[in-house]
Nanobody
């Protein structure tokens, strides 16, 4: 079992930055592929970024060059640094954990709201 808890969301102006954190508790954090998804009002949840246990990363095209995912296995934490934020980045952001042989996430955090508005 893995429990996930996001933090770091909030209100930011367009062009601003936020760093989301996701603290994981449970066992074997370092083997999981950790990810971030988001869901805007009236839309389906979408993949944003992930990082596997070897450090390989993947990103949604619209966030490439603006968002950076990283992990600290010693702290059981994954981060999402978001720069040059746009109003269309407004959503609830969810942390996820997927076991190495899985296709979809096995665990989800409760989410943190990110609002980009002037």
């Amino acid at each position: 079992q893995v429990q996930l808890a996001e933090s770091g969301g909030g209100l930011v102006q367009p062009g601003g930055s936020l760093r989301l954190s996701c603290a994981a508790s449970g066992t074997a954090f370092d083997i999981y592929t950790m990810g971030w998804y988001r869901q805007a009002p009236g839309k389906q949840r979408e993949f944003v970024a992930n990082i596997d246990n070897g450090g390989t990363t993947n990103y949604l095209d619209s966030v490439k060059g603006r968002f950076t995912i990283s992990r600290d296995n010693a702290k059981n934490t994954v981060y999402l640094q978001m720069n040059s934020l746009k109003p269309e980045d407004t959503a609830v952001y969810y942390c996820s954990a997927r076991n190495p042989i899985g296709v979809i996430p096995n665990y989800w955090g409760p989410g943190t709201q990110v609002t980009v508005s002037s």
